[in-house]
């Protein structure tokens, strides 16, 4: 019997004439349910006659477990039919067999970006075990559900990727040699390439062409790394940043594009149908290990940053709701953002970057790797106005399969020299020490950053020593020509494999850009004057300290502000039980010295960068006022104890209170506060004692 063919289709074209035909198809899986099953076998049982067997898991009855699972009152008949006897029984067996409810769309290829293609379709997988992965090329039979809509059933599920399906050829090295190895004008090359009709943004578009190339993972310093570069576009409406992604998605057909209200949770990383009970993996899960594009980053809600900001650490999403399952999301990320004001509205344009909608903690900037600033004014308008498109300088097909060559790397084809990685440690050595917590550009981790970006530039260098995976053949030797290669392998038994050598020179080059953007930024500058606000000399301590002794009302509310950060002004009102007008004259006086603030997004008041410097500097623990109470009764019941008739000088206790952490505007104002009350009264002018009760 001649062996059934497979119809190569794709889920858009599915249509009623496949009924029942054996199809394949390559697939992206986009959503899923928790883990089902069926009965693996169904018996008949005739009144006269052997009884038949059919595996539900087998392909060939895919009829019986079609009525199985969509129409339950056709069984029967449908068995009569087969067996040709009205008069049978049948059971299910208990054993049983995997099934998924799988949701999938079709793998964009050149009608890429049409509606249907990310329409998905419910696909039902028989016996099978989940992929890591979410693309997959599926093997099943074409039916129809209970609402006559069609569907497959799966009987095989292999995983694939798109740099798996592309042969390298001797050709296409050469190529890559040509364009990216020989070629000494690279970044003019990169700048007329990607999206030529934006002219002035030369670092933006070589950013670009970095984080497309960057490794998903390589090893540094004897641990795995991540090696995927996350690069944010940030800056002024209309500077060419959206064009950019745009480009790489209809030109290069690369990436997996959001856009706009995309930019949640559910549309980044996951959502649960609950209707269907299925998991809907978002943007990043289904680029994994490839690159995800999302424009109008900014719309992102700060409610699902945090989420968001695990998943590119941890590079994984876990769902544990109703449906559980997780997915990678080794991504890629370039990312296009506008902040709150036009660059021009800040002081340093570093700020900007911590006036994003989506940023709400400084630690969300050291899970990125680049920052391009867009700045309106740094393209002349008549150069924008001369501006036309031109074909690429490097062909398109040429860096599309470069970039597919790229991320057909595996970590351990990614070689440090060691002067290389000798020089990242320098360079992470000299820019750490413009760290800064209020805006981490640069951070404890940024030794892997400065790595990443210079494996990004050997890659794009096609900087490599090339060797065969036959024993037979030895390493041809670093920086081989394509000729060579072709040359000495000449059997078709030995596959070409290429190291990357990461280079001091990719290092350098990594380091230069790494100025540029803090330059861009004004980084360094607004580093320096944060330092010089948190930075606190002597005599600016002894000035606060001297204040706060001055206006005991002030003090009081300082003190309370420094133990309790975020305390509003209804809560000390309370607790003092004076007025929310006097609190805030008491913080006004604390807001004049720098050392409180009242932060825009955050409730109550904070301490500055100064104030904090400034309890550092306190060599005593702050006290409470009934703790200073307590302690300038102590003071003065053992001064009695050593005094004549037990009479206290009042300017001793202030000045045994002051070493006692008490300031000497608060002991006078305790002191005649309890004259008062009358715990203490005066013997004579300047000298009390305690009141005897």
């Not at 106005?385 to 970039?403: G, L, T, Y």
Request: proline letters at 5%; glycine letters at 6%; hydrophobic letters at 40%.
């Amino acid at each position: 019997m001649e062996e059934e063919v497979s119809i190569k289709t794709r889920l858009a074209k599915l249509s009623a004439d496949m009924y029942g035909e054996k199809v394949v198809l390559q697939v992206l899986i986009s959503g899923q349910s928790n883990p089902k099953n069926i009965p693996k076998i169904l018996t008949v049982k005739p009144r006269d006659g052997n009884p038949q067997v059919y595996e539900l898991d087998k392909e060939e009855n895919y009829k019986h477990l079609r009525n199985l699972l969509f129409f339950p009152r056709e069984v029967k008949g449908d068995l009569a039919s087969d067996v040709g006897d009205q008069r049978f029984r049948y059971e299910y067996s208990e054993a049983r067999a995997n099934y998924y409810i799988l949701f999938c769309r079709d793998i964009p290829g050149e009608e890429k970006f049409e509606e249907a293609i990310y329409r998905s379709i419910p696909v039902h997988l028989i016996g099978q075990q989940l992929p890591s992965t979410k693309r997959v090329r599926l093997e099943g039979r074409v039916v129809d559900d209970d609402k006559r809509s069609l569907t497959i059933l799966a009987y095989s599920i292999r995983p694939i990727e798109e740099r798996h399906n592309i042969e390298f050829s001797t050709g296409d090295h050469e190529q890559f040699e040509h364009y990216f190895n020989n070629n000494p004008d690279l970044g003019e090359s990169i700048d007329r390439s990607i999206q030529p009709l934006i002219v002035g943004r030369p670092e933006a578009k070589l950013a670009a062409a970095l984080t497309l190339c960057s490794p998903q993972c390589f090893y540094f310093e004897g641990e795995l790394v991540r090696g995927n570069l996350h690069t944010a576009f940030i800056g002024d409406s209309t500077t060419g940043k959206s064009r950019i992604l745009e480009w790489i998605r209809d030109v290069l057909k690369l990436g997996q594009y959001g856009v706009g209200d995309m930019s949640t949770y559910a549309g980044l990383l996951a959502a649960v149908d609950t209707d269907k009970d299925v998991i809907i993996w978002g943007l990043l899960p289904m680029a994994d290990r490839e690159l995800a594009l999302i424009d109008s980053f900014q719309k992102i809600h700060p409610e699902d940053l945090p989420m968001f900001r695990e998943a590119l650490r941890d590079e994984r999403i876990v769902v544990t709701k109703k449906v559980t399952g997780e997915a990678a999301c080794r991504t890629r990320l370039l990312v296009a953002a506008n902040p709150n004001k036009v660059l021009d509205g800040y002081v340093d344009s570093a700020e900007a970057l911590v006036d994003l909608r989506c940023l709400t903690d400084p630690v969300d900037l050291t899970r990125w790797d680049l920052f391009v600033r867009f700045y309106g004014k740094d393209v002349p308008d008549r150069e924008i106005a001369n501006s036309r498109a031109a074909e690429p300088r490097i062909p398109v097909d040429v860096m599309r399969k470069f970039i597919l060559w790229a991320w057909s790397l595996r970590p351990e084809q990614i070689k440090f020299d060691p002067e290389a990685e000798k020089r990242v440690k320098e360079a992470f050595l000299r820019f750490n020490k413009f760290y800064h917590s209020d805006l981490p550009l640069v951070h404890k981790g940024f030794k892997e950053v400065i790595a990443r970006i210079a494996a990004s530039f050997a890659v794009l260098h096609y900087s490599i020593a090339t060797y065969c995976n036959s024993a037979t053949h030895p390493l041809i030797r670093n920086n081989s020509t394509s000729r060579d290669i072709k040359n000495t392998v000449t059997s078709g038994s030995a596959a070409l494999l290429h190291n990357v050598v990461v280079l001091p020179k990719h290092v350098e080059e990594a380091e230069a850009l790494i100025e540029e953007e803090l330059e861009a930024w004004e980084y360094r500058p607004l580093v320096l004057r944060k330092r010089g606000e948190t930075e606190l000399s002597k005599a600016e301590a002894e000035i606060i300290t001297t204040r706060l002794e001055e206006d005991s009302g002030a003090h009081r509310a300082w003190l309370e502000i420094a133990r309790a950060p975020g305390i509003e002004a209804t809560t000390l009102a309370e607790k003092f039980k004076i007025s929310k007008s006097t609190i805030s004259r008491d913080v006004a006086v604390l807001k004049e010295m720098g050392i409180v603030e009242s932060k825009e997004r955050r409730r109550g008041y904070w301490l500055t960068p100064k104030g904090i410097a400034y309890v550092k500097s306190l060599k005593a623990p702050m006290l409470s006022q009934e703790e200073k109470i307590r302690c300038v009764f102590e003071i003065i019941e053992q001064m009695e104890k050593t005094g004549s008739n037990g009479v206290v000088e009042a300017a001793k206790v202030v000045e045994q209170a002051m070493g006692a952490g008490v300031p000497k505007s608060s002991t006078r104002e305790i002191i005649k506060q309890e004259l008062r009350r009358g715990r203490l009264f005066e013997v004579k002018p300047g000298w009390v004692k305690r009141t005897v009760r």
